[in-house]
């Protein structure tokens, strides 16, 4: 069974402009989440999506936005890129919501902002 | 709001040594508990979880104690080995479902011969 895939794995972008992550979850899995990863702020969260809607939000900007598509897969995307966005995007799969369930982490995607 | 503390690392064990991650947690309701372990350059490997007070998640010889009444989930291994050497972060799910983890801040451990 594949594991939790993530587009591309690194990616440097300059100052201002936009970027766009993609991930593509567990066969089978409903609900993907993602979070941001550095070493001053650790692990956050940024949103999570299940059918299709987003069910939870973290405290980001209005610059980081996702989506999720009816085959389940993710992308989200952090517009007018800022030096601090530099940080390992890491994208969860899980088969549902319930309490327990387990998230399967994807390898990453290194965004490099310069 | 939840959160999650947990010990400071690194952590430095000679191989065979027993290890042990204080992990204290925060929050309203009754929620799972995690802990995750991440290898250099790879994503987050659920090494075991507990649902429940009193529960024992174990894995790969790994331990922690689902403990209510002192709000702790602290991971325990008896005999460490160099290829335990990873980061490990505890990890809190939501009382109500929904998969939003909160994360303490990881513990880095290195197993040396």
């Known amino acids: 069974k594949a594991g939790v895939t993530q587009t591309p794995r690194y990616l440097i972008k300059t100052r201002g402009q936009q970027v766009t992550l993609s991930c593509s979850p567990i066969s089978g899995h409903r609900s993907v989440s993602w979070y941001q990863q550095t070493p001053g702020q650790g692990l956050q969260f940024l949103f999570e999506y299940f059918s299709e809607t987003q069910r939870n939000k973290g405290n980001f900007p209005g610059r980081f936005s996702g989506r999720q598509f009816s085959n389940s897969r993710s992308e989200m995307n952090v517009s007018t890129l800022e030096l601090g966005d530099s940080a390992l995007y890491l994208c969860a799969s899980s088969l549902v919501q319930d309490r327990g369930t387990e998230a399967f982490f994807g390898q990453g995607t290194r965004l490099t902002v310069v | 709001g939840n959160s999650v503390t947990q010990m400071e690392g690194p952590v430095t064990l000679s191989e065979e040594a027993f290890l042990t991650i204080n992990c204290t947690y925060t929050?309203?309701?009754?929620?799972?508990l995690f802990w995750y372990v991440q290898y250099p350059g790879e994503g987050l490997q659920l090494l075991l979880k507990?649902?429940?007070?009193?529960d024992k998640g174990s894995n790969k010889g790994f331990e922690a104690t689902y403990r209510k009444e002192t709000t702790s989930f602290h991971l325990e291994k008896g005999s460490v080995q160099v290829s335990d050497s990873a980061v490990y972060f505890c990890a809190l799910g939501r009382s109500r479902g929904g998969n939003k983890l909160t994360f303490g801040t990881g513990t880095q451990l290195k197993v040396e011969l």
């Open positions: 507990a649902t429940k007070a009193d």
């Open positions: 929050a309203t309701g009754y929620p799972s």
